[in-house]
């Protein structure tokens, strides 16, 4: 599992945190972060594409305050992992699209994480 800092280009939003946890059969779990409406809960896959990086995609669903479905969404990352495992890099995309299919935003920036650990 690792702890994420995303820190979106041209915003306000400045860093958003939150945990990641990727799993040995491809999958990764992100789970809903409250800090920002741009952190919904997203299931994902990833595959390695280099060494010591990956490329990973997380569709997910937006929903308004009355739990009403009002458009979905993927993330993209490219991670680096650094040589001990314990630390990544890297960049994401974040793309919102409303119920016809139409971009309602489009999101950059940058990532870096480490891995949580009990020591």
Known sequence: MFFSSAEVRHSTKGLINGTVTARRSSTIRRPHNPQTELAPFALGV??????????SKHPFWSFDATGTLVGTGVILETLILDRSG???????EWITYDLKGNVTSDTKGELKAERITVD
């Open 86 to 92: 314990n630390h990544y890099t890297g960049s994401f």
């Open 46 to 55: 990833y595959k390695k594409t280099a060494p010591l990086t990956y490329k």
